[in-house]
């Protein structure tokens, strides 16, 4: 049917229209996409290029260089030197054990270290290296790079280890790192990322703990280049580190390793001061151990070796150690007695071998007595009776109050591990540590350095040093940290009388240098190095009234565990003092014989800087001397060169 010319028209509107809101419609799409893609590639590129790059760089952390620990005079204590080990990528090397069997066959491989490894590669991802042996020398490395295409997977790697060049010398001082344990971690709030490095090392004792986040430094970082499995496909960039802080400390290594071979296996400690400064010149603890034993991990023979061991050798004496200071300690009674006035230096007390205090005799070690003796004979003999009579006058809160004046019953703030406070019991200690009265008898007990009373090695040598110098010294123990000198604390003048002090030194100058002083057989001859000491014998065992009427036993009669702690103080030269010492030795016996002859060589070996001449001993020791001196010649450690090092 033909359609009229009308209709055509109205069909062809109709058209035009439809096709017209169908062009805009898709204008408009076109245009909406257009504005979204705009805004995505220009407007949203920083984000997007950022999201993408995420997903194909990752950052990793590069370790910095630890700080290294030296001596007052340059010489390398802690230090970090180049380690060789041998890393493999599981996917890489195919048949493992093929592998480590040809490894094998080129380089010695512990089996405890491993088996350490495989297991940790069954953990792993495949394309993460693990380390199958570490410490390895270069002569191995080598031959496993000439090997390299028969060794797939398998990659030699240097990275730093810390190393202790002078091995037991100074084990206890700077402690030792080790690798990071869920145990370490477990312990921090928020611990810094690089503990989180496979096998990173940290301080576990020591300065190495103490001082662990100076040491450590700060973290480098490396962009890698990774693929959608996450292995590493290239290094982009690098950002190394800051490397840790330099200490210096104030020890002397020549003084140290001379000492740590005078005691030998002894079980003792050794401290010797400036009297100046208060640096400490030497801290020795015997017997001692090798701090390389544990950077890597301590095999459990080793430990249990080391633990097993009666004499302690892990232990830190000269600062963890505490000890009745027996005899040591009449300085501090005598002083304290002077001080308060109930006593002068001439006035004598009558000495028949024993006194009556609260129905309970109370004996001086000397049975038959010491007859009349004030307080300078009293000293040079050490007669105890004097000392129980002068504390019942003071009474125990003003010799306790006398003892903590010259450094006893505090903790130093030096960053060693376990700094003990020590002990300067009062009345109102006891009752609130045992809910018990003070009894008269307890203050006997302490006038002698007996009972409650307890000092370190370290707390001893300060307390010479400020009698000595009648100044507060403190100890130091960091010189300086990356070169910058550290200050001197303390050092104000000692609230005692400085006539009262006077007089103890010289009661002290008489027990090393008269005939009748309990260390006359240990003297300086040499008159410009004359030293004033005391003399300490501290028992660890109760005496009964059926063994002392028999007669008491002697020390070298008993099993070692119940002979008397032997101990020894000193200062030198006495005219001008420079050196404070102090010796502890457990279960020595007595101080005049096993204490004070190791004092009297240490005192020397400082003040001459090195062996002494003979000259300067008596004549009846000096074929000993010498005999001892060429001994220990040998049994010295040190470094050549060391001195050429500086913090």
């Known amino acids: 049917m033909k359609r009229s010319t009308r209709e055509s028209a109205d069909s062809s509107r109709k058209i035009s229209r439809r096709a017209l809101l169908l062009g805009g419609a898709q204008i408009g799409f076109g245009g909406l996409l257009a504005l979204r893609m705009r805004y995505l590639q ?31 005079q340059g010489a390398v204590i802690a230090k970090n030197e180049p380690s060789y080990r041998l ?66 997977g398998i990659t030699p790697e240097v990275g730093l280890s810390r190393h202790y060049p002078l091995g037991p010398d100074f084990a ?13 971690l477990s312990k921090m709030e928020d611990p ?64 140290q390793s001379y000492i ?16 100046e400064s208060g640096d400490i010149l030497a801290s020795a603890s015997a017997p001692s151990f090798d701090p390389n034993l544990f950077v890597r ?99 125990i809160d003003k ?53 409650f009373v307890l000092a370190s090695p370290l707390q001893l040598a300060v307390m010479s040093a400020r009698i000595a110098t009648g100044r507060a010294v403190e100890p130091r123990l960091i010189k300086t940290i990356d070169g910058i000198e550290q200050p001197i604390r303390g050092g104000e003048v000692l609230d005692v009388d400085a006539g009262l002090l006077r007089a103890v030194r010289k009661a002290m100058y008489e027990v090393s240098n008269n005939r009748r002083g309990t260390a006359y057989r240990s003297r300086i001859i040499e008159d410009a190095f004359r030293m004033a000491g005391k003399t300490g014998t501290s028992q660890v065992r109760n005496i009964t009234a059926a063994e002392r009427a028999r007669g008491v036993t002697r020390n070298e009669d008993l099993p070692w565990e119940r002979r008397d702690h032997a101990l020894f103080v000193n200062f030198a030269p006495y005219r001008n003092p420079k050196y404070a010492v102090a010796v502890v030795v457990e279960h020595g016996g007595g101080g005049s014989t096993a204490a004070a002859p190791i004092a009297r060589d240490v005192t020397l070996q400082a003040l001459y ?39």
């Open 192 to 255: 810094d990322q690089l503990l989180r490095i496979p096998r990173f090392q940290i301080g576990k004792v020591g300065i190495e703990a103490k001082l662990e986040d100076q040491l450590r430094g700060k973290a480098g970082a490396k962009r890698v280049e990774v693929n959608a499995a996450g292995r590493e496909m290239r290094e982009l960039s690098r950002r190394e580190g800051q490397p840790g802080t330099n200490l210096q400390l104030t020890l002397d290594h020549r003084l």
């Open 609 to 647: 800087d090195g062996d002494p001449p003979l000259e300067a001993y008596p004549t009846a020791d000096r074929s000993k001397v010498k005999a001892q001196q060429e001994r220990l010649k040998r049994e010295r450690r040190d470094v050549p060169g060391n001195g050429e090092d500086r913090a």
């Open 172 to 184: 206890h001082v700077t402690g030792y790192v080790g690798p990071v344990s869920d145990y370490d």
């Open 87 to 152: 890393t493999m990528v599981r996917e890489d090397a195919g048949d493992v054990d093929e592998v480590i069997r040809r490894l094998s066959a080129l380089v010695e491989l512990d089996e405890e270290e491993l088996n350490r490894a495989l297991a940790e590669m069954k953990r792993s991802a495949p394309f993460l290296p693990v380390t199958v042996a570490d410490r390895v020398s270069w002569e191995a490395i080598s031959r496993v790079a000439v090997n390299a295409p028969a060794l797939p």
């Open 399 to 451: 010799i306790s109050a006398m003892a903590e004046k010259l450094g006893l019953g505090q903790r130093f703030d030096i960053p060693m591990s376990a700094v003990a406070r020590g002990r300067a019991p009062t009345k109102a200690w006891k009752q609130e540590t045992y809910d018990q009265q003070w009894l008269i008898g307890d203050t006997a007990n302490a006038a002698i350095g007996q009972g």
């Open 260 to 275: 740590q071979a005078r005691l030998g296996q002894e079980s003792a400690a050794v401290v010797v001061l400036d009297c």
């Open 42 to 72: 220009v407007d949203q590129a920083d984000e997007f290029r950022l999201l993408a790059e995420e997903n194909r760089i990752n950052i990793r952390l590069i370790a910095p260089a630890r700080g290294e620990i030296f001596d007052r």
């Open 297 to 395: 991990g301590i095999s459990v023979a080793d430990y249990k070796e080391l633990t097993e061991n009666p004499y302690r050798p892990l232990a830190n004496k000269t600062v963890q150690g505490l000890y009745p200071p027996g005899s040591t300690f009449k300085m501090v009674t005598a002083l304290a007695a002077l001080d308060a006035g109930v006593v002068t230096p001439e006035e004598t007390v009558y000495c028949p071998g024993h006194i009556e205090i609260a129905n309970r005799r109370f004996h001086c070690w000397k049975r038959a007595g010491h007859g009349h003796v004030d307080m300078e004979t009293s000293l040079r003999e050490s007669c105890d009776v004097y000392y129980y009579d002068v504390a019942m006058k003071v009474g």
